[in-house]
């Protein structure tokens, strides 16, 4: 049970440290790459414990992550590298 609770305690961190990314990127750190890996991230993380973890309290905090659909156009980044 120990073992258990430790596991839900370190998902539960994860899930408010993914949650937390947002804020970040919208005071600032916000270029593509660290949007894109966010993104990524997030939604993979997300799956896994939805499909993983049965967990309502688990699953609650997942639902309350913000879904980002983000993908950088490369012909704009190599575009942008040619002109500056």
């Avoid at 430790?6 to 970040?24: A, E, T, Y």
């Avoid at 790459?33 to 973890?53: D, G, H």
């Amino acid at each position: 049970m120990i073992l258990e609770n430790k596991k839900k305690n370190l998902i539960i961190r994860q899930l408010k440290d993914i949650s937390s990314q947002p804020c970040i990127i919208l005071k600032g750190k916000n270029d593509p790459e660290t949007i894109e890996s966010y993104a990524l991230y997030a939604s993979e993380f997300k799956n896994y414990v939805r499909q993983n973890i049965p967990d309502i309290e688990i699953l609650n905090l997942v639902d309350e992550i913000l879904d980002i659909k983000y993908k950088r156009n490369r012909n704009a980044i190599e575009h942008s590298k040619l002109i500056y």
